[in-house]
């Protein structure tokens, strides 16, 4: 089984103080849910089920359940799209989004005995209490994502910037198990 996309993050700044209030009747969008008193970020939907846009008064913002690259810089677009026809920013305005995380699943294909992995990989490296948490969580210092490995050898993969690092995280995984069985 390869690494598959399983969440793409990013984030921009609109570099502009919002008034989330005003935003929220201004928009257009149905999918709308702004409740200071529970959290300080207006929560936008383009469609229903769509990824969730989270914006903030500073004008900073994060885009976060979308399933590719191509869904994420869709919803950018559709998003910063109604933030130009309200005027709140120029058309074609920098805002420097980008991606911040990509979450991915992967597969051992089999099962793995998480005490000892813990020790093979090193207890440097790795977290495993399974009272507090069902799987291992694995911080490779040379690798830039983080795994949690769980007893029926599925992976999730966190903390990488692109796919390149996450399936690079994986190789790196699936050659440590190989040594340490």
């Known amino acids: 089984m390869s690494v598959e996309i399983a969440n793409v993050v990013g984030s921009g700044d609109l570099h502009a103080e919002l008034d989330l209030e005003a935003l929220q009747e201004d928009l257009s969008t149905p999918y709308l849910e702004y ?53 709140i920013i120029e058309q074609g305005q920098e805002t420097g989004f980008g991606v911040q995380n990509v979450v991915c699943t992967a597969s051992l294909s089999e099962d793995v005995n998480l005490n000892a992995l813990s020790i093979g990989l090193g207890l440097e490296s790795t977290e495993y209490e399974p009272e507090q948490f069902p799987g291992l969580i694995y911080r490779p210092s040379d690798v830039g994502a983080v795994l949690l490995v769980f007893a029926n050898g599925k992976i999730v993969i966190t903390g990488a910037r692109d796919l390149d690092i996450a ?3 994986f190789d790196h995984l699936r050659s440590r198990v190989k040594e340490s069985v």
Do not use: M, W
């Open 35 to 87: 409740d200071p008193s529970n959290y300080h970020g207006l929560y936008v939907r383009l469609q229903e089920g769509g990824p969730l846009i989270t914006v903030y008064r500073s004008g900073k913002y994060i885009i976060s359940g979308c399933s590719s690259y191509a869904e994420l810089n869709e919803t950018n677009e559709g998003f910063l799209a109604e933030i130009t026809r309200l005027g």
């Open 167 to 169: 399936e690079e995280a």
